[in-house]
């Protein structure tokens, strides 16, 4: 079983770059997608960024396109999110989720199997 922990969230200015983290744990991370979501109060949750962890593919929401970044750290397990420009509509619950690669393009929420448990970003303007 796949447990995943978000952290490095928090109160940031307008025009921030916070970086979100997300460590895996219960076993090595392998064919899997590694992908980051967020939802809004009232709203639906939103795709923001996914990298496969084999390939180093990425894609990204079409909202977040040019300012935020994913990767990963195969050695720790872990992906991140770097965040920059950031704007009061980016403030929201941030969640990494995690499924298996079998190709497509990364960005529905309903094919992830894994879900942490969010990280609150809190964008002040």
């Known amino acids: 079983q796949l447990q995943l922990v978000e952290s490095g969230g928090g109160l940031v200015q307008a025009g921030g770059s916070p970086r979100l983290a997300c460590s895996a744990s219960g076993r090595t991370l392998s064919s899997d997608v590694l992908g980051w979501f967020r939802q809004a109060p009232g709203k639906e949750r939103e795709f923001v960024a996914a990298?496969?962890?084999?390939?180093?593919?990425?894609y990204y929401g079409d909202s977040v396109k040019g300012r935020f970044t994913i990767s990963r750290d195969i050695a720790k397990n872990t992906v991140y999110l770097q965040m920059s420009s950031l704007k009061p509509e980016d403030t929201a619950l941030y969640y990494c989720?995690?499924?298996?690669?079998?190709?497509?393009?990364?960005?529905?929420?309903?094919?992830?199997?894994?879900w942490g448990q969010g990280t609150q970003v809190t964008v002040s303007s």
């Open positions: 990298t496969s962890w084999s390939g180093g593919r990425t």
């Open positions: 989720a995690a499924r298996w690669d079998l190709g497509g393009t990364y960005t529905g929420r309903g094919q992830y199997d894994y």
